[in-house]
C-alpha cells in the first residue's frame, strides 16, 4: 500500500512552495491531490517520488504532463480494479 503525503510532505519533496504545487497541478506538471476526507487531500507518494525522478533525469515539461497523464490514468484503472 502506497503512503499518502500531505501538502507540507510534498512541499518538501519538491523543493516547491504551496502556491507552486497548486500552480503544477493546473498546469499538469503534478498529478492532482485524493480527497483522503471531507476537508484533507493527499498525494500518492509513489506519484510525486515519480515525478522528482523525473525531474532529476532532466524530462522535459512536456514529458512530465504526459508522465502525469499516465499517473492519473493509472489511477482509475486501479479504482476499477478495486470495485
Known sequence: ???ML???AVIAATGNKRWAVYRNVRAG???P????????????QNEIEQIT???IAG???DE???LVTKLTAD????VKHAI
Do not use: E, F, H, N
Open 75 to 78: 489511477r482509475k484503472k486501479a
Open 59 to 61: 524530462l522535459s515539461d
Open 1 to 3: 500500500m502506497t503512503q
Open 6 to 8: 500531505r501538502i507540507a
Open 64 to 66: 512530465i504532463m504526459a
Open 29 to 31: 506538471l503534478l498529478p
Open 33 to 44: 491531490p485524493v480527497k483522503i476526507g471531507q476537508r484533507s487531500s493527499a498525494w500518492p
Open 53 to 55: 525522478a523525473a525531474r
